[in-house]
């Protein structure tokens, strides 16, 4: 029993000392590091009133731009939409009209050479 005692006050020996100095070193982490944590802060603050102005003045414009732009994608997607599931299909009876017609249009007599 008086062994593990020894143990445990050696442990604490050891111990105490090397908490204390990771102690001791975060405070001076952060004694080095807090005039860029309050740079920050200030910089956080500008650049927060800034961006709100901008954000104010310039959403409008992106939220007209925005439904424009769905709008076009809207559109674009229904043309999409017919071409692939209207014109496709019926692209082969489109290419036999086509050779119909130019071979109508080749035995037919010009108009400009009587």
Known sequence: MEILVLLFVMGALVMV?????GAFL???AAVIFLPFKIIAVLFKG???IIGAFFGLVLGGLGAILGLVFGGLGLVLGLVITVGVFVILPLAPLLLLGLVVWVALKAAAPAAGAA
């Open 46 to 48: 500008i650049f927060g």
């Open 26 to 28: 975060k405070v001076v």
């Open 17 to 21: 000392p090397l908490l204390l100095l």
